[in-house]
């Protein structure tokens, strides 16, 4: 069997306090794992999620994969039902998705007490769902909830449940330490009972755990060691209460530190960036200091062995940065360097491997926009302009140029709410004044401006704002602090992401939304 | 020989970048550190930084420490000087602590590239500057920095390191996995050849993880079960790159995993507080997320089983929070359900079971407004003040009554950006009129309502602003989404955090902002 890597950030990920994803964020993060490279995504629970159901019409449509493979989550049938009966496995075969992920109960206690039903019963639950939707075609991957502590408590239901799940024909049991207590040495003694009591091949086994004991990438590493061949894990670690095993940290072990190749070529690399650009999507900061992917992973502060680390790097980082796309850092600079603006540059079609000056110019520019709280992680529409204008042909025109606005927000006397925005710009060389209504600060500005050029741009039409993302930076200033402003605009088939910063929120917003609007129109030319 | 908890927060955690403590904080942590009841505190490098040397001094003078014995952190001996003539040595010396550890380099290559000198003349400077503290009075503990890379390069040379250390006198051998590059198995391994190459207790060796594979956790757990009784570790895993073990999770994973009693009876429980209050000093945010310790660590989003989590939280724990001093937060989400309001009131103090209809009113009034985008999850003030307003002693009054507000946002022509408000308020009776500039336009309304409520309402001084979070729901229709807004305000010692929901970000900052006075000057009443 090929080695598994399975993510499931937009499922048990989403379980993150705070985070939402929208529909487009969805299909946004399921293309980045793509890109990644990851085996699986585990995309939402059709049917018990409204938004998921849309999700998995939306993606057959829409998400072109090229090394995922889409997977459907849900449960076994409701206790007492036939499985043909069951709305929920109904929706489950409707996402139409090559693969099904069912959790089951592992944990006798959870069957009893949460379940209210008999230990004969949820096994005949797993049996008759299992076979129902290998029947029907699909690929079946359950998860054992709460598999390490039921299998302390009676480790014959919890092999019980293994065995059940198998014989009716999954692909691969997935062992879950859902209340994320266990310990490597736990894990790796529970996998080697498990597969003695039952002999069964550790390979038919999948793993699956949270990170309440700080140890969720070593117990993934230790079921890896005994034998399993399956992993689960989200980006960044997202997740309920500590979170999951880091996607990102579980792969990079398993590639650089066991010597397994789970990823296709030249996937690891990918892995700043996409771990970056889902942050931006999630809207939660990137974590600095989180292990291979961090602006801090490879930083080293300066001192006595600066230029030890000079001659040999490799004696003071535990593997070359470069390979998951990441820098080190010796002083305290910000976060982009030469390799990944080269990367991220040759991904837009740029190819600035010939042109060394502009990669310097362009390097650094970002470097300082960045110490100012730009981020193009999720920004490739304003990167793009960013190194276009750095080259001999320079950058689109800006189609309009700016002498005033003005945004009014009242909260009046009778208790209505209004917004209105006044442009002042000079289009072709005519001044234009122009003013809209809208149902906010942003969105006022929005339609003052497409009403000022809609005559000399009538493509702008076709232009719709996608959505609209506000990050407070530094926030222990509260509202004093830098505002970043992500703008998605989606047009002509395609859509396009933009970045404003500024202490002024309305400011920032003006940024992102001139960069959509020009880099949109050079498109509608080409 | 006792299990030796010991703490590198002041000397290995200072690393982190960006963060710097003076000595004052020094102090502060030392004494958190000791009431956490480790059973060493690392202060810092006397004589090499000069902040460490008076922290020493004053540490003598003003620090009494209950539990924790004060150690200072230097190196070995220069080659080719004398140990009675290094100044360095002579620093350690005199700052006095009963305890001293030495860094000393345990791989051949960091020797000869970095330190440049023989293989012999480091065991020699490590033999020598050991014995001369010895002779002085001094436990000495030695730091084999690179050791794990080391052993895996020339085995020999590692185990020579080792035995030199102890065989001068030192008290144990600490193992540092400097790069951070170490899996579980990989640090096990090591110490089981070592210990059967050298014949040596494992008791008399220690543990020093660093995070580069997220595994400095489990790594510093798998040297315990090889044998070692002594682990390093810095408070919240504060250090250089991913940082160090963080010492919260190993003790946790020690006392309540493997059932070694390795804090003093009554300090468990303080971990809570001394994670929190440690990182106030540092003047990090604490990590949400962090194992044990975080504020979502035991948050469960109350969903299908909210009724099942009241009847036997513990399937759903794997510990009890109250052990490590947290408690379990179950998130009034979407599937909020009569249940998790129920919980979510007692955690605030307001016990709903003996008001079933309030209960009901307050479920139903939660669910429809989280339908329109509100969210309660992290907003606990404004939760109080909607359970409060349906009990039969009401909420607190509003401080004022809104007659209208103005902001304006201009982008002039000279390029100046700037923000204006304007409320129209009644207070006690009185119409107020209150303008007020700010750097975007929730800065500038928060300004003017301070303004206008000042003079009736002095304890808002004491008030700041602390966070201000953003965010677009619904995505998909751009700027004409719901906007979410989350204020987080700190007054009094304590801090709280209000929501406001609307089509327009200001009029949901009002909102937010609106809770979160009301709040705050109730509470100043009590």
Same mark, same amino acid.
């Given at each position: ?6 993510d499931t950030t937009l499922r048990?990920g989403a379980?993150?306090?705070?985070l939402t994803y929208s529909v487009v964020d969805k299909l946004a993060v399921a293309r980045l794992l793509d ?6 995504i585990e995309g939402g629970w059709p049917?018990?999620v409204p938004k998921d159901t849309e999700f998995f019409q939306r993606a057959?449509?829409e998400l072109?994969l090229?090394?995922?493979?889409l997977v459907a989550f ?21 996402a ?138 989200t980006a960044?670690?997202y ?39 889902i942050?931006?999507i999630a ?122 606005? $003005? +945004? @009014? *927000? =009242?909260?009046?006397?009778? !208790? ?6 006044? &442009?002042?710009?000079? #289009? ?39 959505d ?15 505002? $970043? +402003? @992500? *703008? =998605?605009?989606?047009?002509? !088939? ?6 404003? &910063?500024?202490?002024? #929120? ?21």
């Open positions: 069997m090929r080695f598994q890597v399975y048990d379980q993150r306090e705070g890109e990644f490279g990851v085996g699986f049917g018990a057959r449509k072109d090229r090394h995922a493979v849900g449960a076994t049938r409701r206790a007492g039902l036939a499985v043909t009966e069951d709305p929920q496995v109904r929706a489950l075969l409707d139409e998705t090559p693969a099904v992920a069912l959790v089951a109960k592992a944990d006798l206690r959870h069957v009893e007490r949460a379940l209210r039903t008999t230990a004969g019963e949820n096994l005949a639950m797993i049996h008759d769902t299992v076979a129902h939707l290998v029947a029907e075609g699909r690929r079946v991957f359950v998860d054992g909830e709460h598999f390490f502590d039921g299998y302390r408590h009676d480790p014959a239901y919890g092999a019980a449940v293994v065995e059940t799940a198998l014989a009716a024909g999954a692909e691969v049991m997935v062992l879950c330490d859902t209340n994320g207590g266990m310990l490597p040495s736990q894990v790796a003694t529970a996998i080697a009972d498990l597969t003695e009591r039952l002999g069964v091949a550790p390979e038919r086994l999948g793993i699956h755990c949270q990170n309440d004991t700080a140890c969720a990438v070593a117990n993934t590493i230790a079921a890896v060691e005994a034998g399993v061949r399956h992993v689960q894990g960044n670690g997740g309920e209460r500590p979170g999951n095993a880091d996607i990102f940290a579980v792969v990079a072990n398993l590639q650089l530190k066991l010597g397994l190749p789970v990823l296709p070529d030249g996937c690891l690399e990918q892995m700043v960036r996409v771990s970056h650009a942050a931006e809207n939660i900061a990137p974590d600095t200091h989180q292990a291979y992917v961090g602006a801090a992973a490879f930083a080293h502060k300066a001192g006595l062995h600066a230029s030890a680390i000079k001659v040999d790097p490799l004696l003071y980082n535990h593997v070359d940065p470069s390979v998951v796309g990441n820098d080190m850092r010796i002083l305290v600079t910000e976060m982009a360097g030469r390799a990944s603006v080269e990367l991220k540059s040759r991904e837009l079609g740029l190819d600035l491997a010939g042109h060394p000056d502009t990669l310097s110019r362009v390097t650094r520019r970002v470097k300082e926009m960045e110490a100012g709280g730009w981020s193009f992680e999720a920004a490739d529409a304003s990167f793009e302009l960013l190194v276009r204008s750095e080259l001999p042909e320079g950058a689109p025109a800006r189609p309009f140029a700016l002498e005033s606005y $003005r +945004v @009014l *927000v =009242e909260h009046r006397e009778d !208790g209505a709410v209004v917004s209105e925005a006044t &442009v002042k710009i000079r #289009v072709r060389g005519e001044r234009v004044i122009a003013t809209a209504e809208g149902n906010g600060p942003v969105n006022a500005l929005d339609e003052a401006l497409r009403v000022g050029l809609a005559r000399h741009y009538p493509e702008l039409l076709g232009f719709e704002l996608a609209y993302k506000v990050r407070i930076l530094e926030g222990s200033h509260g509202t004093g602090a830098v505002t $970043r +402003v @992500l *703008v =998605e605009t989606a047009g002509g !088939g395609r859509d396009w992401t933009t970045v404003g &910063v500024h202490p002024n #929120v309305v400011e920032a917003s003006w940024h992102a939304l001139v960069d959509a609007l020009t880099y949109g129109l050079s498109r509608a030319k080409v």
